[in-house]
């Protein structure tokens, strides 16, 4: 190889490194614009929730919610869950998750999920604490519907 064939090997090496450095670069600009979005939509979905509690002293039905975040245009949040009907009354604020989101990300930013407490407060929470969180909160009944909606799911799919 002459001298301008290696120098044309070395321009293109180095710029299918520059290029993958950016995709992957942009691949997680992407997930935390993600991940802010959802974030920023449950404390919307969180401040509504409160309010509806304050006027109607009860938290809204999942309808509500389902349509509130149609409405402000919440699509990062996703298929979210929503669990006020099963959260018993009496039940600590601080420890109660109300609704969540999970997210899978590949690369820098973590899987986990958006959530958000029954206190109105959101969170991240990596994915590991979100199950141990869940498997906590979580009785038979809500685990046998959650079985059941995701078997129709899968019939529909």
Same mark, same amino acid.
Request: charge should be positive; include cysteine; charged fraction near 25%.
């Given at each position: 190889?002459?001298?301008?064939?290696?120098?044309?090997?070395?321009?293109?090496?180095?710029?299918?490194?520059?290029?993958?450095?950016?995709?992957?670069?942009?691949?997680?600009?992407k997930n935390?614009i993600n991940?802010?979005?959802?974030?920023?939509?449950?404390?919307?979905?969180?401040?509504?929730?409160?309010?509806?509690?304050?006027?109607?002293?009860?938290?809204?039905?999942?309808?509500?919610?389902?349509?509130?975040?149609?409405?402000?245009?919440?699509?990062?949040?996703?298929?979210?869950?929503?669990?006020?009907?099963?959260?018993?009354?009496?039940?600590?604020?601080?420890?109660?998750?109300?609704?969540?989101?999970?997210?899978?990300?590949?690369?820098?930013?973590?899987?986990?999920?958006?959530?958000?407490?029954?206190?109105? /407060?959101?969170?991240?929470?990596?994915?590991?604490?979100?199950?141990?969180?869940? /498997?906590?909160?979580?009785?038979?009944?809500?685990?046998?519907?959650?079985?059941?909606?995701?078997?129709?799911?899968? /019939?529909?799919?």
């Amino acid at each position: 190889m002459d001298r301008r064939q290696k120098k044309l090997v070395a321009n293109i090496v180095v710029v299918i490194a520059f290029t993958a450095a950016m995709v992957a670069g942009f691949a997680n600009v992407k997930n935390v614009i993600n991940r802010s979005e959802a974030m920023r939509a449950m404390e919307l979905l969180g401040k509504e929730v409160l309010s509806y509690r304050q006027t109607y002293g009860s938290l809204p039905s999942e309808n509500y919610a389902k349509q509130f975040a149609e409405q402000i245009g919440a699509v990062r949040l996703g298929d979210f869950q929503y669990r006020a009907q099963w959260i018993e009354f009496g039940c600590d604020p601080n420890a109660t998750i109300l609704a969540y989101t999970e997210k899978k990300y590949s690369g820098v930013i973590k899987s986990g999920a958006a959530v958000l407490w029954l206190n109105g /407060k959101t969170e991240w929470i990596d994915k590991q604490r979100f199950c141990e969180i869940m /498997k906590s909160l979580q009785n038979k009944q809500e685990l046998r519907w959650i079985q059941q909606h995701l078997q129709e799911d899968e /019939k529909q799919h």
